[in-house]
Protein backbone atom coordinates (compact mmCIF):
# COMPACT_ATOMS: atom_id res chain seq x y z
CA UNK A 1 0.00 0.00 0.00
CA UNK A 2 1.37 3.79 -0.78
CA UNK A 3 1.23 6.52 2.04
CA UNK A 4 -0.39 9.91 0.63
CA UNK A 5 2.32 12.27 0.96
CA UNK A 6 2.38 14.90 4.03
CA UNK A 7 1.03 17.90 3.49
CA UNK A 8 2.86 21.21 5.06
CA UNK A 9 -0.06 23.16 6.51
CA UNK A 10 1.95 26.11 7.38
CA UNK A 11 2.73 26.56 3.68
CA UNK A 12 -0.69 26.06 2.89
CA UNK A 13 -1.99 28.56 5.32
CA UNK A 14 0.33 31.05 3.90
CA UNK A 15 0.02 30.74 0.24
CA UNK A 16 -4.03 30.92 0.32
CA UNK A 17 -3.83 34.29 1.67
CA UNK A 18 -1.61 35.37 -1.73
CA UNK A 19 -2.68 35.27 -5.04
CA UNK A 20 -0.60 35.65 -8.85
CA UNK A 21 -2.50 38.51 -10.13
CA UNK A 22 -4.82 39.10 -13.20
CA UNK A 23 -3.79 36.37 -15.90
CA UNK A 24 -5.34 36.25 -19.28
CA UNK A 25 -8.47 34.12 -19.92
CA UNK A 26 -10.25 34.71 -23.13
CA UNK A 27 -11.44 37.93 -25.35
CA UNK A 28 -14.93 38.40 -25.95
CA UNK A 29 -16.34 40.34 -29.10
CA UNK A 30 -18.75 43.40 -27.81
CA UNK A 31 -21.92 43.11 -29.89
CA UNK A 32 -24.92 45.77 -29.48
CA UNK A 33 -27.78 43.75 -27.24
CA UNK A 34 -26.53 40.75 -28.14
CA UNK A 35 -25.76 37.42 -25.72
CA UNK A 36 -21.94 36.65 -26.38
CA UNK A 37 -20.41 33.75 -24.80
CA UNK A 38 -16.85 32.57 -24.18
CA UNK A 39 -16.53 30.44 -26.86
CA UNK A 40 -14.98 27.37 -24.92
CA UNK A 41 -14.19 26.71 -21.29
CA UNK A 42 -12.40 28.78 -18.62
CA UNK A 43 -9.34 26.84 -17.07
CA UNK A 44 -10.31 24.82 -14.24
CA UNK A 45 -7.07 22.95 -13.15
CA UNK A 46 -6.72 25.41 -10.03
CA UNK A 47 -8.78 27.58 -7.60
CA UNK A 48 -9.89 31.06 -8.97
CA UNK A 49 -10.60 34.17 -6.03
CA UNK A 50 -11.61 36.76 -8.67
CA UNK A 51 -12.33 36.78 -12.04
CA UNK A 52 -12.12 40.18 -14.40
CA UNK A 53 -14.04 41.83 -16.93
CA UNK A 54 -11.60 44.29 -18.96
CA UNK A 55 -13.70 46.32 -21.51
CA UNK A 56 -12.48 48.88 -24.08
CA UNK A 57 -14.13 50.04 -26.98
CA UNK A 58 -14.61 53.93 -29.07
CA UNK A 59 -18.17 55.46 -29.11
CA UNK A 60 -18.09 57.76 -31.86
CA UNK A 61 -20.71 61.52 -31.11
CA UNK A 62 -23.32 62.37 -33.70
CA UNK A 63 -23.19 66.02 -35.25
CA UNK A 64 -26.16 66.77 -32.49
CA UNK A 65 -24.80 64.71 -29.54
CA UNK A 66 -26.86 64.27 -26.65
CA UNK A 67 -26.04 64.44 -23.08
CA UNK A 68 -24.47 61.41 -21.37
CA UNK A 69 -25.44 60.03 -17.92
CA UNK A 70 -23.12 60.85 -15.14
CA UNK A 71 -23.93 57.21 -13.52
CA UNK A 72 -24.32 56.32 -10.01
CA UNK A 73 -22.38 58.30 -6.99
CA UNK A 74 -20.81 55.61 -6.48
CA UNK A 75 -19.05 55.18 -9.41
CA UNK A 76 -19.11 58.53 -11.48
CA UNK A 77 -19.61 56.90 -14.81
CA UNK A 78 -22.29 55.10 -16.69
CA UNK A 79 -19.91 52.67 -18.48
CA UNK A 80 -20.71 49.88 -16.92
CA UNK A 81 -23.82 49.49 -17.83
CA UNK A 82 -22.58 48.28 -21.17
CA UNK A 83 -22.19 44.97 -19.18
CA UNK A 84 -26.06 44.72 -19.17
CA UNK A 85 -25.77 41.54 -16.98
CA UNK A 86 -23.08 38.44 -17.01
CA UNK A 87 -23.02 34.49 -15.96
CA UNK A 88 -21.16 32.32 -14.94
CA UNK A 89 -22.23 29.07 -15.45
CA UNK A 90 -20.87 25.80 -15.18
CA UNK A 91 -21.13 21.73 -14.54
CA UNK A 92 -20.04 20.82 -10.95
CA UNK A 93 -18.73 17.26 -10.25
CA UNK A 94 -21.09 16.86 -7.27
CA UNK A 95 -23.52 19.69 -7.61
CA UNK A 96 -24.86 19.35 -10.86
CA UNK A 97 -25.75 22.06 -13.36
CA UNK A 98 -24.57 25.71 -11.53
CA UNK A 99 -24.94 29.08 -11.86
CA UNK A 100 -23.02 30.51 -9.24
CA UNK A 101 -23.08 34.31 -10.56
CA UNK A 102 -25.82 36.04 -11.96
CA UNK A 103 -25.52 39.97 -11.57
CA UNK A 104 -25.81 43.23 -13.71
CA UNK A 105 -22.43 45.22 -14.88
CA UNK A 106 -23.52 48.46 -12.63
CA UNK A 107 -24.66 46.79 -10.24
CA UNK A 108 -21.61 44.41 -9.67
CA UNK A 109 -19.20 47.49 -9.72
CA UNK A 110 -21.46 49.54 -7.32
CA UNK A 111 -21.41 45.64 -4.51
CA UNK A 112 -17.60 46.40 -5.04
CA UNK A 113 -17.80 49.94 -4.43
CA UNK A 114 -20.03 49.77 -1.84
CA UNK A 115 -18.29 46.91 0.37
CA UNK A 116 -14.59 48.46 0.33
CA UNK A 117 -13.84 51.53 1.55
CA UNK A 118 -12.33 54.24 -0.82
CA UNK A 119 -12.58 51.90 -3.87
CA UNK A 120 -14.21 52.93 -7.21
CA UNK A 121 -13.45 50.10 -10.31
CA UNK A 122 -11.13 51.74 -12.48
CA UNK A 123 -12.34 53.36 -15.63
CA UNK A 124 -10.56 55.51 -17.97
CA UNK A 125 -11.10 58.17 -20.99
CA UNK A 126 -9.50 59.50 -23.90
CA UNK A 127 -11.24 61.86 -26.16
CA UNK A 128 -10.22 62.76 -29.71
CA UNK A 129 -7.35 60.48 -29.44
CA UNK A 130 -6.14 62.63 -26.20
CA UNK A 131 -4.44 61.15 -23.22
CA UNK A 132 -6.54 58.38 -21.30
CA UNK A 133 -7.08 59.86 -18.05
CA UNK A 134 -8.68 57.63 -14.96
CA UNK A 135 -12.25 58.98 -13.87
CA UNK A 136 -12.48 60.98 -16.96
CA UNK A 137 -16.51 61.96 -17.92
CA UNK A 138 -17.28 60.72 -21.44
CA UNK A 139 -17.39 64.30 -23.66
CA UNK A 140 -20.81 65.43 -25.08
CA UNK A 141 -19.11 67.55 -27.82
CA UNK A 142 -20.22 67.12 -31.27
CA UNK A 143 -18.69 64.59 -33.43
CA UNK A 144 -16.08 64.25 -31.08
CA UNK A 145 -14.37 60.37 -30.12
CA UNK A 146 -14.65 59.02 -26.72
CA UNK A 147 -11.87 55.88 -26.45
CA UNK A 148 -12.77 54.26 -23.00
CA UNK A 149 -11.39 51.43 -20.66
CA UNK A 150 -12.42 49.94 -17.35
CA UNK A 151 -11.72 47.02 -15.40
CA UNK A 152 -14.84 44.95 -13.49
CA UNK A 153 -13.95 42.58 -10.70
CA UNK A 154 -16.00 39.69 -9.76
CA UNK A 155 -15.44 38.15 -6.76
CA UNK A 156 -15.96 34.31 -6.08
CA UNK A 157 -15.93 34.19 -2.06
CA UNK A 158 -18.23 36.72 -0.11
CA UNK A 159 -16.51 40.26 0.15
CA UNK A 160 -14.96 40.92 3.73
CA UNK A 161 -13.69 37.67 4.74
CA UNK A 162 -10.20 37.40 6.31
CA UNK A 163 -7.72 36.58 2.92
CA UNK A 164 -7.05 32.93 4.91
CA UNK A 165 -10.95 31.95 4.60
CA UNK A 166 -11.24 33.48 0.92
CA UNK A 167 -9.58 30.31 -0.36
CA UNK A 168 -11.93 27.74 1.06
CA UNK A 169 -14.92 29.93 -0.52
CA UNK A 170 -13.50 30.70 -4.06
CA UNK A 171 -14.46 28.56 -7.30
CA UNK A 172 -12.03 25.02 -7.47
CA UNK A 173 -11.82 24.59 -10.46
CA UNK A 174 -11.40 20.76 -10.59
CA UNK A 175 -14.81 20.81 -9.16
CA UNK A 176 -16.11 22.16 -12.60
CA UNK A 177 -13.24 19.76 -15.16
CA UNK A 178 -13.60 21.44 -18.77
CA UNK A 179 -17.15 23.08 -17.66
CA UNK A 180 -17.19 26.96 -16.90
CA UNK A 181 -18.50 29.58 -18.71
CA UNK A 182 -19.50 33.17 -19.00
CA UNK A 183 -22.45 34.09 -21.20
CA UNK A 184 -22.44 38.26 -21.17
CA UNK A 185 -25.68 40.42 -21.82
CA UNK A 186 -24.94 43.32 -23.37
CA UNK A 187 -25.80 46.80 -24.16
CA UNK A 188 -25.80 49.76 -26.10
CA UNK A 189 -25.13 53.68 -25.88
CA UNK A 190 -28.86 54.42 -25.00
CA UNK A 191 -27.55 52.74 -21.53
CA UNK A 192 -25.25 55.75 -21.33
CA UNK A 193 -28.19 58.17 -21.40
CA UNK A 194 -28.15 59.18 -24.87
CA UNK A 195 -30.61 57.92 -28.27
CA UNK A 196 -28.62 55.97 -31.14
CA UNK A 197 -29.39 59.50 -33.19
CA UNK A 198 -27.30 61.19 -30.58
CA UNK A 199 -24.51 58.88 -30.04
CA UNK A 200 -22.61 56.60 -31.96
CA UNK A 201 -24.81 53.78 -33.97
CA UNK A 202 -22.33 50.95 -32.72
CA UNK A 203 -19.39 50.82 -30.39
CA UNK A 204 -16.20 50.19 -32.38
CA UNK A 205 -12.72 48.86 -31.55
CA UNK A 206 -11.01 51.05 -29.20
CA UNK A 207 -8.68 53.47 -31.30
CA UNK A 208 -10.35 53.15 -34.37
CA UNK A 209 -13.60 53.64 -36.09
CA UNK A 210 -14.02 50.24 -37.00
CA UNK A 211 -14.41 46.39 -35.50
CA UNK A 212 -15.54 45.51 -32.34
CA UNK A 213 -15.45 46.40 -28.76
CA UNK A 214 -13.13 43.72 -26.59
CA UNK A 215 -14.08 42.43 -23.39
CA UNK A 216 -11.19 40.38 -21.61
CA UNK A 217 -11.61 38.10 -19.03
CA UNK A 218 -8.84 37.33 -16.23
CA UNK A 219 -8.42 35.34 -13.66
CA UNK A 220 -7.08 35.76 -10.19
CA UNK A 221 -5.78 32.54 -8.39
CA UNK A 222 -4.26 32.33 -5.40
CA UNK A 223 -0.49 30.88 -4.90
CA UNK A 224 -1.78 26.85 -4.32
CA UNK A 225 -0.48 24.29 -6.08
CA UNK A 226 -2.72 21.27 -6.93
CA UNK A 227 -1.49 19.29 -3.61
CA UNK A 228 -2.23 22.16 -1.35
CA UNK A 229 -5.47 23.05 -3.02
CA UNK A 230 -6.63 19.15 -2.79
CA UNK A 231 -6.35 19.91 0.96
CA UNK A 232 -9.40 22.45 0.92
CA UNK A 233 -12.64 20.89 1.23
CA UNK A 234 -14.06 24.22 -0.59
CA UNK A 235 -17.74 25.61 -0.56
CA UNK A 236 -19.38 27.38 -3.50
CA UNK A 237 -20.41 31.37 -3.41
CA UNK A 238 -23.37 32.08 -5.31
CA UNK A 239 -24.15 35.88 -5.99
CA UNK A 240 -27.51 35.88 -8.11
CA UNK A 241 -29.60 38.64 -9.26
CA UNK A 242 -33.37 38.56 -9.00
CA UNK A 243 -35.17 41.92 -11.21
CA UNK A 244 -38.64 42.68 -10.40
CA UNK A 245 -40.92 45.50 -10.29
CA UNK A 246 -42.99 46.16 -6.95
CA UNK A 247 -46.63 46.27 -9.60
CA UNK A 248 -48.65 46.00 -6.11
CA UNK A 249 -47.61 49.16 -4.96
CA UNK A 250 -47.61 50.42 -8.90
CA UNK A 251 -50.99 49.15 -9.69
CA UNK A 252 -52.80 50.73 -6.16
CA UNK A 253 -51.76 54.18 -6.80
CA UNK A 254 -50.87 54.76 -3.74
CA UNK A 255 -48.19 53.92 -0.94
CA UNK A 256 -48.50 50.21 0.89
CA UNK A 257 -46.89 47.99 2.99
CA UNK A 258 -45.49 44.75 3.53
CA UNK A 259 -44.94 44.37 -0.55
CA UNK A 260 -43.44 40.88 -2.00
CA UNK A 261 -40.21 42.37 -3.82
CA UNK A 262 -38.70 39.04 -4.32
CA UNK A 263 -38.82 35.44 -3.31
CA UNK A 264 -35.36 34.26 -2.22
CA UNK A 265 -33.85 30.66 -2.90
CA UNK A 266 -33.38 28.13 -0.41
CA UNK A 267 -31.35 25.25 -0.44
CA UNK A 268 -28.34 27.30 0.17
CA UNK A 269 -27.16 29.52 2.88
CA UNK A 270 -27.74 33.22 2.68
CA UNK A 271 -24.56 35.80 3.57
CA UNK A 272 -26.38 38.76 2.73
CA UNK A 273 -28.46 40.46 0.48
CA UNK A 274 -28.79 43.79 -1.63
CA UNK A 275 -31.61 45.28 -2.63
CA UNK A 276 -31.65 48.71 -5.33
CA UNK A 277 -34.19 51.18 -5.73
CA UNK A 278 -35.03 53.85 -8.47
CA UNK A 279 -36.60 55.09 -11.64
CA UNK A 280 -35.68 53.65 -14.77
CA UNK A 281 -34.18 55.62 -17.60
CA UNK A 282 -36.29 56.46 -20.51
CA UNK A 283 -36.04 56.14 -23.90
CA UNK A 284 -33.24 53.04 -23.98
CA UNK A 285 -33.24 50.58 -26.81
CA UNK A 286 -35.83 47.65 -26.36
CA UNK A 287 -34.24 45.29 -23.90
CA UNK A 288 -32.18 47.77 -22.42
CA UNK A 289 -33.06 48.30 -18.46
CA UNK A 290 -30.45 50.76 -16.42
CA UNK A 291 -31.42 52.93 -13.44
CA UNK A 292 -32.06 56.91 -14.33
CA UNK A 293 -32.08 57.65 -10.80
CA UNK A 294 -31.49 56.18 -7.16
CA UNK A 295 -33.77 56.91 -4.58
CA UNK A 296 -35.01 55.75 -0.87
CA UNK A 297 -38.09 56.57 -0.99
CA UNK A 298 -39.76 54.04 -3.21
CA UNK A 299 -38.53 51.10 -0.91
CA UNK A 300 -38.56 52.47 2.75
CA UNK A 301 -38.60 49.38 4.64
CA UNK A 302 -36.64 46.41 3.33
CA UNK A 303 -36.56 43.07 5.40
CA UNK A 304 -36.46 39.55 4.69
CA UNK A 305 -39.62 37.12 6.24
CA UNK A 306 -40.08 33.48 6.54
CA UNK A 307 -43.23 32.17 7.26
CA UNK A 308 -44.89 36.11 7.13
CA UNK A 309 -42.11 36.24 10.30
CA UNK A 310 -39.52 39.00 9.91
CA UNK A 311 -36.01 37.18 10.58
CA UNK A 312 -33.74 40.62 11.16
CA UNK A 313 -33.53 44.42 11.20
CA UNK A 314 -36.71 44.36 12.33
CA UNK A 315 -37.31 48.77 11.45
CA UNK A 316 -39.73 50.45 12.70
CA UNK A 317 -40.67 53.12 10.43
CA UNK A 318 -37.60 52.93 7.80
CA UNK A 319 -34.43 51.71 6.36
CA UNK A 320 -31.69 54.43 7.58
CA UNK A 321 -30.84 53.12 10.70
CA UNK A 322 -30.10 50.03 9.23
CA UNK A 323 -28.05 52.06 6.10
CA UNK A 324 -26.13 53.65 8.83
CA UNK A 325 -25.22 50.30 10.64
CA UNK A 326 -24.04 48.91 7.00
CA UNK A 327 -21.62 52.15 6.49
CA UNK A 328 -20.34 51.64 9.99
CA UNK A 329 -19.61 47.57 9.28
CA UNK A 330 -18.13 48.66 5.67
CA UNK A 331 -16.66 51.84 6.02
CA UNK A 332 -18.73 53.48 3.23
CA UNK A 333 -21.34 56.03 3.85
CA UNK A 334 -24.52 54.68 1.72
CA UNK A 335 -25.92 56.72 -0.63
CA UNK A 336 -29.25 56.55 -1.84
CA UNK A 337 -31.12 53.53 -3.53
CA UNK A 338 -28.92 50.90 -2.34
CA UNK A 339 -30.13 48.70 1.22
CA UNK A 340 -28.07 45.52 2.34
CA UNK A 341 -29.32 43.44 4.87
CA UNK A 342 -26.07 41.58 6.00
CA UNK A 343 -26.09 38.56 7.95
CA UNK A 344 -22.27 37.73 8.12
CA UNK A 345 -20.78 41.08 9.10
CA UNK A 346 -20.08 43.16 12.57
CA UNK A 347 -19.36 46.65 13.13
CA UNK A 348 -15.76 48.13 12.73
CA UNK A 349 -13.05 46.84 10.46
CA UNK A 350 -12.55 43.16 11.02
CA UNK A 351 -13.62 40.15 9.00
CA UNK A 352 -16.98 38.74 8.34
CA UNK A 353 -18.02 35.48 9.47
CA UNK A 354 -19.29 33.28 6.74
CA UNK A 355 -19.80 30.44 9.31
CA UNK A 356 -22.36 32.76 10.58
CA UNK A 357 -24.72 33.19 7.69
CA UNK A 358 -28.41 32.09 7.77
CA UNK A 359 -28.74 28.42 6.96
CA UNK A 360 -31.67 28.54 4.39
CA UNK A 361 -29.92 25.39 3.17
CA UNK A 362 -32.44 23.78 5.60
CA UNK A 363 -35.66 25.56 4.49
CA UNK A 364 -37.33 23.67 1.27
CA UNK A 365 -39.78 24.76 -1.06
CA UNK A 366 -42.72 24.89 0.96
CA UNK A 367 -41.26 27.57 3.52
CA UNK A 368 -42.40 31.22 2.48
CA UNK A 369 -38.71 32.77 2.58
CA UNK A 370 -38.56 36.37 0.62
CA UNK A 371 -38.21 40.15 1.20
CA UNK A 372 -40.53 42.56 1.70
CA UNK A 373 -40.76 46.31 1.99
CA UNK A 374 -42.83 48.95 2.49
CA UNK A 375 -43.77 51.10 -0.69
CA UNK A 376 -43.35 54.65 -0.24
CA UNK A 377 -43.01 56.70 -3.48
CA UNK A 378 -45.55 54.54 -6.52
CA UNK A 379 -44.98 55.40 -10.00
CA UNK A 380 -44.69 53.62 -13.43
CA UNK A 381 -41.01 54.00 -14.18
CA UNK A 382 -39.98 53.03 -10.51
CA UNK A 383 -37.96 49.16 -10.54
CA UNK A 384 -36.10 47.16 -7.87
CA UNK A 385 -33.50 44.53 -8.31
CA UNK A 386 -32.33 41.79 -5.46
CA UNK A 387 -29.42 40.20 -4.78
CA UNK A 388 -28.58 37.35 -2.96
CA UNK A 389 -25.59 36.15 -1.95
CA UNK A 390 -25.64 32.23 -1.18
CA UNK A 391 -23.18 29.63 0.03
CA UNK A 392 -23.35 25.84 -0.99
CA UNK A 393 -21.07 23.06 1.15
CA UNK A 394 -18.88 23.29 4.41
CA UNK A 395 -15.71 24.24 3.73
CA UNK A 396 -12.42 23.04 5.88
CA UNK A 397 -9.19 21.67 5.67
CA UNK A 398 -8.72 18.51 5.69
CA UNK A 399 -5.75 16.07 7.00
CA UNK A 400 -2.67 15.23 5.32
CA UNK A 401 -3.41 12.26 3.27
CA UNK A 402 -7.46 12.33 3.42
CA UNK A 403 -9.50 11.93 0.44
CA UNK A 404 -12.97 13.55 1.53
CA UNK A 405 -14.87 14.65 -1.70
CA UNK A 406 -15.29 18.34 -2.54
CA UNK A 407 -18.06 20.48 -0.42
Known amino acids: MSTAPKVNMNALVSRVTRDQGPEFEQTLQFSNTTQVSTPTSLRTDRKVRIYYFHMRGRITNSAAPGTYSTGPVLLGTPLFRLIQQFTLRGQHLRYGSQTPIIMRGETAAEWMALMNPNYIPRFSVSVNGGALTQGLALSNTASATNDFDFSLPIPLYPQGLSPSDQSFYSLHGPDWPGNLYFDVNTADVTALGVTLAQGGTNLTAFGSATGNATIDILSVRPLVGKQLASQIRPGVTFRIQNTSQPTAAVSTGSASTGVKIADLTVGKDTTRILVKAGTQLAA ?65 TGSDNAKAAFQSSQLTAARKFECDSDIGVVGATQIAELIQEMLLGRPALLQAGATTPSA
Open 284 to 348: TSGGVIVYGTLVDTILTRVVIAMDNRQLRFQNSNANTTMQDYNALAYGRTQPAGYTFIDLIAGSG
